[in-house]
């Protein structure tokens, strides 16, 4: 994608910055750090920020799952839609979890049970819809495993390429 040609969007040698926010979809395991980076790039005149897409990691994915929609509906963004991705790593055994975000994956804040469900599709369909059909190129911003990441490249080459970029954080030491 980023051989494109169209780097209008950013600038830098001769480029100009478009006014135009750039789609985004945020792939993570909400635990403290992921419930910031959404709450910061929903506050970004830069980014929209189009679902966020979830995976476990911090927890189980149905708590991930849970708390990116808590965080969302605790700014007020029920319009963002959330989708769940895979729940368990690819070639290894699930790690426990717990030990840094607390149980829920986001222990600490009291925040009130999901006001809704994800959406139904899986997340690297809705990232693939994203790519697909943005006006605009999309950003997939990975700060979770990298197993939804993995899977809709697998399963969807062509959108993956239609992206303009993926951003990744992430690393561990000592799993």
Same mark, same amino acid.
């Given at each position: 994608?980023?051989?494109?040609?169209?780097?209008? &969007?950013?600038?830098?040698?001769?480029? !100009?910055? !478009?006014?135009?926010? =750039?789609?985004?979809?945020?792939?993570?395991?909400?635990?403290?750090?992921?419930?910031?980076? *959404?709450?910061?790039? /929903? +506050?970004?005149?830069?980014?929209? #920020?189009?679902?966020?897409?979830?995976?476990? +990691? $911090?927890?189980? /994915?149905?708590?991930?799952?849970? $708390?990116?929609?808590?965080? /969302?509906?605790?700014?007020?963004?029920?319009?963002?839609?959330?989708?769940?991705?895979?729940?368990? @790593?690819?070639?290894?055994?699930?790690?426990?979890?717990?030990?840094?975000?607390?149980?829920?994956? #986001?222990?600490? @804040?009291?925040?009130?049970?999901?006001?809704?469900?994800?959406?139904?599709?899986?997340?690297?369909?809705? *990232?693939?819809?994203?790519?697909?059909?943005?006006?605009?190129?999309?950003?997939?911003?990975? =700060? +979770?495993?990298?197993? $939804?990441? &993995?899977?809709?490249?697998?399963?969807?080459?062509?959108? &993956?390429?239609?992206?303009?970029?993926?951003?990744?954080?992430? +690393?561990?030491?000592? #799993?």
């Amino acid at each position: 994608a980023a051989a494109r040609g169209d780097r209008g &969007a950013d600038a830098g040698a001769g480029g !100009s910055v !478009s006014s135009d926010p =750039i789609p985004i979809v945020i792939d993570c395991d909400p635990g403290h750090d992921d419930a910031i980076a *959404i709450m910061l790039a /929903l +506050g970004s005149p830069e980014v929209e #920020l189009r679902a966020v897409t979830t995976v476990s +990691g $911090n927890a189980p /994915l149905q708590r991930t799952t849970a $708390n990116a929609i808590r965080v /969302l509906d605790h700014v007020g963004r029920s319009d963002v839609p959330v989708a769940a991705g895979a729940d368990r @790593p690819l070639v290894r055994d699930p790690y426990p979890q717990g030990e840094v975000h607390g149980e829920s994956g #986001l222990d600490g @804040p009291d925040l009130p049970p999901p006001g809704r469900a994800p959406l139904e599709a899986h997340a690297v369909d809705v *990232i693939a819809e994203i790519a697909m059909s943005s006006d605009r190129p999309a950003t997939l911003i990975a =700060i +979770g495993p990298l197993t $939804n990441v &993995a899977i809709f490249v697998a399963r969807h080459p062509e959108a &993956a390429a239609a992206l303009e970029r993926v951003v990744v954080m992430g +690393g561990s030491i000592g #799993l």
